[in-house]
C-alpha cells in the first residue's frame, strides 16, 4: 500500500553540522507534509510543516524541503545540537476529501549529535 | 504540544481487564484523534471525534476497543479485555479544525499489559 518511508534509519552527527534527514512517500494526492521529533518517553513535537504548493519552507535553524518530482522530502537542520538527538518523524496527510486529519507517519529517524 | 493532557501518564493492566485513557485537547480545539505508536514504529491513526461525535473511526480495531468525546469532559480511549498485544503508547491529538491546522500531540500514556 501506498505509505511514508524513511530512507535512514539513524543519523549521527557532530554537534555544529548540519543535519539532513530525508523522507519518501508514495502517494501523489499527498496534500500536507508536517516533520515531528520525537525524545524518549515523549509526544511527537511539531517541528515545521509545507504544503504541496511550495518546495521550500524554514523555521528557526529548520528548513523543510519538497521535491514533488520525486515524491521526496528532506528536513535540514542547521548547527545540530545535543539537544536535538531525537527520533524524527515525517507524516502525510492526504489532504480534503479523504480526511485531512488522518496522517500516515513513517517509521522514523533517530538523529544522534555526538558533542 | 503541552497543552494537550493526557492521564495517566503509565498504566498497567493485568490481561483481561479494562483500560482507560483520557485526553483533553488544547484551549480552542474541537478536534480530538488517537494514535497508537508500537515500539520502534511510527504513529498509526486510530480515531477522530469531535464533540459528542465519532467522525472517523476507521484505524480502530472492531472488538474492544471504543472512544467517545463527550459535551463535557475529556475524550476517553477504552480498552476492554486487554491482551499482551495492546501494550503501546497512546497518543492523543487536538486541532482547531479538521483541515488546514496543525495537529499537536499530548505526551503520551504508556499501557503495559502484564
Known amino acids: 500500500g501506498e505509505s511514508v518511508g524513511l530512507h535512514l534509519p539513524t543519523l549521527s552527527v557532530q554537534e555544529g553540522d548540519n543535519s539532513i534527514i530525508n523522507c519518501a512517500y508514495s502517494?501523489?494526492?499527498?496534500?500536507?507534509f508536517i516533520w515531528y521529533k520525537q525524545e524518549s518517553g515523549k509526544g511527537p513535537q511539531f517541528i515545521i510543516d509545507?504544503?504541496?504548493?511550495?518546495d521550500k519552507r524554514q523555521g528557526q535553524r529548520v528548513t523543510v524541503l519538497l521535491n514533488k518530482t520525486v515524491k521526496h522530502l528532506s528536513l535540514q537542520i542547521a548547527a545540530t545540537q545535543p539537544g536535538d538527538s531525537a527520533v524524527y518523524f515525517c507524516?502525510?496527510?492526504?489532504?480534503?476529501?479523504?480526511?485531512?486529519?488522518?496522517?500516515?507517519f513513517g517509521k522514523g529517524t533517530k538523529l544522534s549529535v555526538i558533542p | 504540544n503541552a497543552g494537550v493532557m493526557q492521564n495517566p501518564r503509565h498504566l498497567v493492566r493485568r490481561r483481561g481487564q479494562e483500560a482507560r485513557l483520557r485526553c483533553s485537547p488544547m484551549?480552542?480545539?474541537?478536534?480530538v484523534y488517537w494514535y497508537r505508536q508500537l515500539p520502534e514504529e511510527g504513529l498509526k491513526f486510530m480515531v477522530y471525534?469531535?464533540?459528542?461525535?465519532?467522525?472517523?473511526e476507521s484505524g480502530m480495531p472492531k472488538e474492544r476497543f471504543s472512544a467517545e468525546f463527550p459535551k463535557e469532559g475529556p475524550s476517553i480511549l477504552r480498552i476492554q479485555q486487554v491482551v499482551r498485544g495492546d501494550s503501546a503508547a497512546y497518543f492523543c491529538?487536538?486541532?482547531?479544525?479538521?483541515?488546514?491546522?496543525?495537529?499537536?500531540f499530548g505526551e503520551g500514556s504508556w499501557l503495559t499489559v502484564v
Open positions: 491529538a487536538s486541532s482547531q479544525t479538521d483541515s488546514g491546522n496543525t495537529i499537536y
Open positions: 502517494n501523489s494526492a499527498s496534500d500536507y
Open positions: 509545507i504544503r504541496s504548493n511550495m
Open positions: 507524516a502525510e496527510n492526504i489532504g480534503p476529501g479523504a480526511g485531512s486529519y488522518q496522517l500516515t
Open positions: 484551549k480552542g480545539h474541537s478536534h
Open positions: 471525534l469531535q464533540k459528542e461525535n465519532i467522525i472517523d
